[in-house]
């Protein structure tokens, strides 16, 4: 699965502060023997965000597009609008299981503003800024991102297969 | 209640496989005592499904219409774009509440970018493509279905009701 | 944390019933010591609430504004559609935990339409109509909500803080 990182905050791309978050999703890159094709920090503007997006998905051809940050209720939160600006579809089900997985043990999980959804073959998920969230959100996408993109690189065709499970 | 089913599929429309999705909802009917007013099969393209929801909501009156197929990430699943196209007003905590069901028991359940939403009378609501899928949702929309057909037909008024518990 | 509560109720603005559920959110905010700054009453009519709404964040200077009534799925309920008209950022995962914290208690939750989202400084929740149906939400909105205000007024600030968990 080809992943690429996209930080967006400000303080990050100032380097104001270490991009703790973008390494907790590189780790988790290399924990499941992933290939990261790249790793970008930009600061919370939708005239910045929206080109790296673009270009994540369409240069680097990420199959997987994590960006960290900028999903809360602050005036600089724009990520949700940013990434809704390049997606085709959406995919409504995966930031809602990122919120509610976390529903008892962190309740502020239902602040984020994350949206996902799919750009040409690249899957777009927006992870809350916190390394915890992260963590998180990391655990809640695991049992469901290789079938994902599985199906987005058209390796399983959703019709057509032999098991039934597979046709969901 | 009167319920059409709508099968979504380009195998079975092209009839390289039965619609084993489409007699589980058309069994759930039967079990419960509803009225299938109709049941249709329809290849994965919009200008195919499109004039079918309308029909079915339109022409044959349906209280409640079931789509089964083309809720997932594969290109040619446009379920959830075309169920917007004819639908009045949304009802997202059906899809929500039909994906976080399974939260737990089938994770991928979150990939179905399915809909749901009311088109004059009629309640649409988007179920995955495989049988076991189908299952899932309709066990989700068990307790909640009749109600919700009530409340739409005008039988259940949702203001001047005496039982508080109607008020929602 | 400055609240004000707008009842969105055909039968109470005619003053055919009293109004419960206002009540109930009303004694809520006392509980918590929040600061009421405004109680309204208005008819299930999108042009008679959308300057209510307006009134109440931009006037009224609320920071947190409650709806109840009006997000069912009947024809008069048109609360969701009023408060998308009024609101610059939406924040779904508000309204989400709302419907799932109930989803095995209540399961007719469900059937709420309400959305949550940002007005300038106020975060605007719609809660259901009924008093068990608000108490249920509020319920849910009790360990997210005084952080929601802190953020948007600006008292934290979600960049910039020394505890990671303020960042998400």
């Known amino acids: 699965m080809r992943v690429a990182i996209l930080?967006?905050?400000?303080?990050?791309?100032?380097?104001?502060?270490?991009?703790?978050?973008?390494?907790?999703i590189a780790e988790w890159c290399a924990r499941r023997g992933e290939e990261l094709v790249a790793r970008e920090t930009v600061a919370d503007e939708s005239p910045a965000i929206v080109p790296r997006l673009i270009a994540l998905c369409d240069t680097f051809g990420a199959e997987l597009l994590l960006t960290t940050g900028g999903t809360g209720l602050a005036e600089r939160d724009?990520?949700?609008?940013?990434?809704?600006a390049v997606i085709e579809r959406d995919a409504p089900g995966i930031s809602e299981r990122l919120r509610v997985s976390c529903i008892d043990t962190f309740p502020r999980a239902a602040l984020s503003r994350g949206v996902s959804g799919v750009r040409g073959a690249?899957?777009?998920?927006n992870l809350?800024?916190?390394?915890?969230?992260?963590?998180?959100?990391l655990a809640?996408?695991?049992?469901?991102?290789?079938?994902?993109?599985?199906?987005?690189s058209g390796r399983v065709?959703?019709?057509?297969?032999p098991a039934e499970e597979d046709q969901r």
Do not use: K
């Not at 809640?140 to 987005?152: K, N, Q």
């Not at 065709?157 to 297969?161: A, D, K, N, P, R």
């Open 140 to 152: 809640a996408l695991d049992p469901i991102v290789a079938h994902a993109c599985d199906v987005l």
């Open 122 to 125: 690249t899957l777009i998920v």
């Open 157 to 161: 065709t959703q019709h057509g297969e």
């Open 7 to 24: 930080t967006i905050s400000d303080s990050a791309a100032a380097g104001r502060r270490g991009d703790t978050s973008g390494d907790t």
């Open 78 to 84: 724009v990520t949700p609008e940013a990434t809704r």
């Open 128 to 137: 809350p800024g916190s390394p915890s969230g992260v963590r998180d959100a």
